[in-house]
């Protein structure tokens, strides 16, 4: 059953654990009976066992790695506590991207796009706080003045312990301690409610020549149609800033849709590797299955190239902007425009989670994100575990300061221009 949902199922390119939304449904954090706990972790185990696979990984010894573990993940009360306890393992165990436990709210939420909670998309830190990374509109967190790059370290009184910290009911307060910028502490009072997690794509104006595109997510909220208009009012522009910070990634046809946007249909733009090419490159030429660089050059299937779109790709200069919650699809479009347009990139280092999942559904609502393939640029570059190094380091600046990253972009794009006119022609596309 496993393998035949695998073949038909949507490809995911989303590290879910890279930057998460404090949200709660009405009841806040549900516990959690014995009888569900024992149900999803063996349904885990099932699903690891016959389906996950990254390249060099052995996953047989994940029943017995858990066995020693399990007191702590059975003490836990409630889903949230579950969750987190069952993903501390997976990390460390597998010490890979996109396997993650996302509790039935979760779940029903990415599907919904409303939530409970104060509104922000928040970065998981080791002491247990929480980086703001984003700010949703009309909510109490942009309200209170909340920006990203500022640091919850407190709620109600008691130090964080991650984000469960923050959960709680419709109409119920939580008072909170922030570090604003990192630095200078204040504290707020809020009271959750419900509100839209969907975070819409824009086209602002930096320069009269050079617009810049706001890229949130690849996932199920990606607004093709949105992007086709936002693309072609860029179309009038000769640079254009792509800003894919703080992107966790999608679905890999909507990435392919963004990509159709810049390169010809049939720029091909990386591989994917899987179990059965892995095991026919090795039967077939008795090859080193970890040599993931010999396997794509050798392999003609799983090649990836962008949706074909009647518009044509954009005919400017492109920069990419990235930071270190821009994980797996984001990447995969970093990387592509990189070296295919010379693009320049800008930022910090992304955050080198590169594997191609999909969702499995496990007992009363719970869904189990784990990886199906790994991924190599054209150039043959592992993505996953490495990251993208920018060109030009920009660090992520608070909301009303001015944008170091995108002040950056315009210079590299200025001097590709005048290298473009002293030249006499556009850069060649390679």
Known sequence: MMKSMSRRCVLFLSALCLAVPVMAQNGGDPPLESATKAAVLSSIARVVNSNAFVPGKDFSGWDAFLEQRKAAIVETKTQSEFARAVNEELSEFFKASHIVLVTPQAAKARIERRTVGIGILVQAEEDGSLTVVSVFDDTPAKEIGLQPGDRIIEADGKKLEGVPSLLGEEGTTVTIKVLVGGKDPKTHTVTRRKYNNTRIDTLTWVRDDTALLKVHTFDISYARKRIDALMEEAGKAKNLILDLRSNGGGVVLNMLHLLGHFLPADTKIGTFINKSMVNRFVDETKGDPTDLKAIASWSNTSVLKPVPLKSGPFEGNVAVLINGGSGSASEITAAALKETLKSPVVGTRSAGAVLVSTMAPLPEGWVLQFPLMDYLTAQGVRLEGNGIEPD???????????????????????????????????PPIE
Do not use: C, K, Q, Y
């Open 392 to 426: 030009v380091e920009a660090p992520l600046t608070r909301f009303g300061e001015p944008d170091v990253a995108i002040d950056r972009a315009i210079d590299l794009l200025a001097r590709i221009e005048l290298r473009s006119r002293r030249a006499g022609s556009p």
